[in-house]
C-alpha cells in the first residue's frame, strides 16, 4: 500500500490506458468513489495505463518513494508501471496558483484534460517542474499520471494557491446559504452560511446594519474561519440586516451575500429624563419640566414622595414634557421624579429633584369702586380649590410713601359661579376717604396659623363724586373775526380743563356741539366761526380731575350760558354762478394764503378783497398774477376777509368768479 492513507473503496474502475495522452478502453470494474479534494489513485501494470487496473484507491496527497520496488499493497512490476491520480474540486473564485511536481521517472499534470506539466521520460535523477497559472472560478478537475520506466522510481505533487497581495488580486465569491435565527431569551442571534470552496480563503467577516440605514457595523473583529458567528445586537425592538464576506489570505474580499433579516426584541429602556425642574403658579400648581431626549411613543409619569427615598406616589401620565400638580402640598418640601416608558414596558427614570412650594398666595387680585352700594372699594381674588380658604385682606394709603398696611375689617364671600374651577372670592372696604387712592394686597391663612406671602398689591383711588361749581361772569362780545367768550376763574381746586359748547337753544342737550377744550387758568376763548348773523348760545363747562361736572351730571340750565347775535360781515354782493374756480383762503399768521386749481383755458388770474367801505370788490394787482396761488399780506387784522379770483382769458375777458373767506383774528 501507499504510505498515505488510501481508502480502499471498491477496486479497480475501468480506466483506460493512456497513450499519447489518449485513453484507451479498458475493462469495466467496480467504482470507487472519493471526496472532492481526495485523490482517486489507480494503478496498472504496464507503461500505458492499459487494461484492468490492479488497485484503485483514495489517497490524500501524492508523495511516493516507491524506491527500486512495486508500491507496496499492490502486486505490480517493480518497473514499467504507472498510476493516475484524478481529483475534482470547487476553486471557489479561481485565481493564481502554484502546481510543483518532482519526479522519477515521467510526470504529466492535465486540469480539465489540458496538459499543463509534460515530464515524460526514464531518468536516474529526480526531475522538478514549477508551473504558475490561474484557476478559473467554479468546479475543476486534475489528473496526475506517473510512470515509472527502470530502476528507482518516486512522484511528489501539489498544488497551492498564491497567497501575496501583490499577485492574488481575485476576490472570493460571496457566501451563500446564509441564514439568521434570533433568540428573544438571550438576545443573540445567530448567523450561518455555507463553506467557499477557496483554498486561500482566511475566514469570513459578518456585517450588521439597522433598517432604514445603508451603512454596514462589522461585528467580527478578526475572521471567522467557521460557518457560523453569534452576536448579540442592541435589545432595542429594530429590525437589523446582517450579511458575510469571505476574505482571503491575500486580503481581498468577496461582496456581500444576500442580506437576513433579525428583528430584535426591545429590553433597551427610552433616555432617562434629564434637566427636571419646577416652579410655583398659584392657581395651576407646581410646574414641571424636563428634557425628554426620547424618539417615539414615551409615556411619562410624575411620581412625588415627601421624602427623597419615598415612598412616591403616581400623580398620572403626561404626554409631553411638562406636567402641573396642583395637589402639592402648600409651605412644604415635595420630592419629584419622571419615568419614562416605552411602547415595550421598558422604563427610565430621572434624578429626584426637591422643591419647596411656599405657602398659598392669593392670585389676579382687583379693586374697584363699588358704585352700586353708593361707597367702598370691592377687592377681589382667585385661589385653586387646594388652597386655603382663609383669608386676611391689607390696605395702606398709596399717597403716603412708607406707610405700614394695616388689616382691614373685610368679610370675605364667595363670588362667581360655584362651580368655577378656581373659586373667587371678594370683600367690600367701605372705611374708604373720598379722593384717596388705596393699595391693598390679599393672604392666605393655613391651618395651622401660618400666613403666606402678599399677593400682587392692587391699587384704587376712592372717586370724588362732588362738581366743581358752575363758571361765573360768562359774557359774549361779537367780533368781525368771531364771538370772544369770557368768564371767571373757577374757585375749584381740582379743575382738570373748560369745556365750550355752542348750541341754538338751552334745553337741548342734543343740540350742543363742543367748540373748544382748554386748560385750567384760561378764562377767555374766540369761537372764530365765519360772523354771518347767527344767533348762538354758548356754555362753559367745568370739569374736575374725577370727571365731575354741573354739565354731565344734570341739565344743561345749570351751566353758564349766554346768548349772542354775531355780527354779519357777509359782502351785499353775491358771486354769480358758473365759475370754473373753486378758491380756498387760510389765514397765515397776519396773512391770507390763497389756493386754487389751474384754468387750462386762463392766461392769468386775478384776486379782489371785498371792501366794506365801497361795498365791492376791488383787485388786489393791476396785472394778472400767472401761479395758482397768492399771499395777501395787506389784509387787516381782527376781521373777516372775503376774496374773489376770476380766470383771464386771451382775450382779455373774465370769468365768473370763485369765492373763498378767511377770519385773520387780531395780534395777541
Not at 504507472?82 to 519526479?103: E, I, Y
Not at 528507482?152 to 501583490?166: L, Q
Amino acid at each position: 500500500m501507499p504510505q498515505r492513507f488510501r481508502a480502499a473503496c471498491a477496486t479497480a474502475a475501468a480506466v483506460g490506458a493512456a497513450v499519447a495522452g489518449f485513453a484507451l478502453p479498458s475493462t469495466a470494474h467496480a467504482a470507487t468513489t472519493c471526496a472532492d479534494g481526495v485523490w482517486k489513485a489507480t494503478y496498472y501494470p504496464n507503461t500505458s495505463f492499459y487494461g484492468t487496473p490492479k488497485l484503485t484507491t483514495c489517497d490524500t496527497s501524492i508523495n511516493e518513494n516507491y524506491g527500486t520496488g512495486d508500491p507496496a499493497g499492490v502486486t505490480l512490476p517493480k518497473d514499467n508501471f504507472t498510476v493516475r491520480w484524478q481529483t475534482t474540486r470547487g476553486f471557489g473564485s479561481g485565481g493564481p496558483f502554484t502546481f510543483t511536481a518532482a519526479v522519477r521517472d515521467g510526470i504529466r499534470v492535465y486540469l480539465d484534460g489540458v496538459r499543463k506539466i509534460d515530464v515524460w521520460k526514464n531518468v536516474s535523477t529526480t526531475q522538478t517542474k514549477t508551473l504558475n497559472l490561474t484557476v478559473p472560478k467554479g468546479r475543476h478537475t486534475i489528473r496526475v499520471d506517473f510512470v515509472a520506466f527502470t530502476g528507482s522510481a518516486n512522484v511528489k505533487f501539489a498544488y497551492a494557491p498564491r497567497t501575496t497581495a501583490g499577485v492574488d488580486k481575485v476576490k472570493p465569491l460571496a457566501p451563500t446559504g446564509v441564514t439568521a435565527a434570533y433568540n428573544p431569551a438571550t438576545l443573540k442571534a445567530t448567523i450561518r452560511w455555507s463553506k467557499n470552496y477557496e483554498m486561500d480563503l482566511a475566514g469570513y467577516h459578518v456585517y450588521r446594519r439597522t433598517s432604514g440605514s445603508s451603512s454596514w457595523i462589522r461585528v467580527t473583529s478578526t475572521p471567522v474561519t467557521g460557518t457560523t458567528f453569534t452576536d448579540t445586537p442592541f435589545a432595542t425592538g429594530q429590525t437589523y440586516y446582517y450579511e458575510v464576506r469571505a476574505v482571503d489570505k491575500a486580503g481581498n474580499a468577496s461582496t456581500g451575500s444576500t442580506d437576513i433579516q433579525v428583528v430584535s426584541v426591545d429590553k433597551t429602556p427610552p433616555p432617562a429624563p434629564t434637566g427636571l425642574t419646577a416652579g410655583n403658579d398659584p392657581l395651576f400648581g407646581v410646574s414641571l419640566f424636563w428634557s425628554s431626549g426620547s424618539e417615539g411613543m414615551v409615556k411619562y409619569r410624575i411620581l412625588r414622595a415627601s421624602s427623597p427615598t419615598g415612598p412616591f406616589t403616581d400623580l398620572g401620565f403626561n404626554a409631553g414634557n411638562g406636567s402641573a400638580d396642583e395637589t402639592s402640598p402648600y409651605g412644604k418640601t415635595s420630592y419629584y421624579k419622571v419615568t419614562a416608558t416605552d411602547a415595550a414596558g421598558n422604563t427610565s427614570q430621572s434624578k429626584v429633584l426637591a422643591f419647596s412650594r411656599p405657602l398659598a398666595i392669593p392670585s389676579e387680585v382687583s379693586s374697584k369702586n363699588n358704585e352700586a352700594d353708593n361707597g367702598g372699594i370691592e377687592i377681589s381674588w382667585k385661589v385653586s380649590k387646594y388652597a386655603p380658604q382663609d383669608f386676611r385682606v391689607y390696605r395702606r394709603d398709596a399717597s403716603a410713601e412708607g406707610a405700614t398696611p394695616e388689616r382691614i375689617t373685610c368679610r370675605p364671600y364667595r363670588i362667581g359661579n360655584s362651580a368655577d374651577y378656581f373659586p373667587e372670592y371678594a370683600c367690600t372696604d367701605t372705611s374708604v376717604v373720598a379722593g384717596t387712592t388705596y393699595s391693598y394686597f390679599v393672604t392666605t391663612v393655613d391651618s395651622t396659623g401660618r400666613e403666606s406671602e402678599p399677593s400682587r398689591v392692587t391699587s384704587v383711588g376712592r372717586r370724588d363724586r362732588t362738581s366743581p361749581p358752575a363758571a361765573t361772569g360768562l359774557t359774549a362780545t361779537p367780533r368781525e373775526y368771531g364771538t370772544e367768550l369770557k368768564w371767571d376763574e373757577s374757585p375749584a381746586p381740582d379743575v382738570a380743563r373748560y369745556r365750550i359748547f355752542r348750541g341754538t337753544s338751552v334745553d337741548d342737550s342734543a343740540d350742543h356741539e363742543l367748540v373748544a377744550s382748554v386748560a385750567p387758568g384760561t378764562t377767555r376763548f374766540v369761537d372764530t366761526d365765519r360772523p354771518d348773523g347767527e344767533t348762538w348760545v354758548y356754555f362753559v363747562d367745568v370739569l374736575d380731575t374725577s370727571n365731575n361736572s354741573i354739565y354731565t351730571l344734570s341739565v344743561p340750565a345749570n351751566v353758564a350760558h349766554v346768548t349772542v347775535t354775531e355780527l354779519d360781515t357777509t359782502p351785499s354782493v353775491e358771486a354769480p354762478p358758473g365759475a370754473p374756480l373753486t378758491p380756498t383762503a387760510t389765514a397765515a399768521g397776519s396773512a391770507v394764503e390763497l389756493s386754487w386749481s389751474a384754468d387750462d383755458e386762463a392766461t392769468g388770474y386775478f384776486v379782489s378783497r371785498w371792501n366794506p367801505g365801497t361795498q365791492q370788490y376791488e383787485k388786489l394787482t393791476t396785472d394778472p398774477v400767472t401761479m395758482t396761488s397768492y399771499q395777501d399780506t395787506t389784509a387787516a387784522t381782527g376781521t373777516t376777509h372775503y376774496y374773489w379770483v376770476t380766470s383771464v382769458h386771451a382775450d382779455g375777458s373774465e370769468s365768473a368768479p370763485g369765492a373763498a373767506w378767511a377770519i385773520v383774528p387780531p395780534v395777541s
